[in-house]
């Protein structure tokens, strides 16, 4: 047993026996007011996280999308990364398994969610179509790591595959725009 993993199970089972003395319903309660409050916490924040994130990009010159696309996960995915972190700090099998399992998951569904809603203002909105190369890049990234997922087991060089797929799906975008020509 690795040193502080018997302190992390602990902290664990105090965590899930707080819960406990809980009833169904006033679980439910809880957890629909901790979604409440994030919701709340997210709609006052993420406009001025918009606006910092536009003036960083006028600031040094760069494309508010390439900017999104390194700043914004980062953010957004904090919370992932974090208890992905915890889990592979205990070096375990099991661990290491449940880190790549939520940053898996955490990845296709954020690629997914952000497809679906961008593609529905896009057509409901009757909005112009400029973004085939980075719409592509999307898909394709998300199909390669949905493949990566459906495997049992994954390799240190599967990893670091995946995740050069950051640094390549942002070259791809710029290839696609200034090699090819798409939109």
Known sequence: EKAGEGDDEDDCEEE??????????QLLGKALLLLLAGTAVVTVFSDPMVDVISAFGEKIGVSPFYISFVVTPLASNASEVLSGLIFAKK????????????LHGAATMNHTLSLCIFMSLVYFRQLSWSFSAEVLTTVIVTMIVAY??????IFVWQGLGVLSLYPLSILFVFICENVFGLD
């Open 148 to 153: 990566h997922a459906r495997k049992t087991t």
């Open 91 to 102: 070096e375990t099998k099991d661990g290491l398994s449940l880190c790549l399992s939520s």
């Open 16 to 25: 899930e026996e707080q819960f406990f003395h809980l009833s169904e319903r």
